[in-house]
């Protein structure tokens, strides 16, 4: 699974980055749950953009896109 992760700024500039794959974390709903993106780097020495997630978070759907908003008070 490989998505575009895309966070929009107040200024109206964005950044966007490929993610190369997605990772679920297996854990029971009652322990803390989480989403990660991070940096790492392949055995070729190429940069790749990974993202990882437990399990229940998604309830077991594949996601379709995620949006990072500000709330106004």
Do not use: C, H
């Not at 575009?4 to 966007?16: K, P, S």
């Not at 854990?27 to 993106?37: A, H, L, N, T």
């Not at 437990?54 to 995620?66: A, D, H, L």
């Amino acid at each position: 699974m490989t998505a575009t992760l895309r966070i929009e700024f107040e200024d109206g500039t964005f950044w966007e980055q490929e993610l190369d794959r997605a990772i679920a974390l297996r854990v029971s709903p009652e322990r803390k749950q989480s989403i990660e993106f991070r940096e790492t780097v392949d055995k070729g020495g190429n940069r790749k953009w990974v993202m990882a997630f437990t399990e229940p978070v998604m309830q077991g759907m594949k996601f379709r896109s995620i949006t990072i908003t500000k709330n106004t008070p």
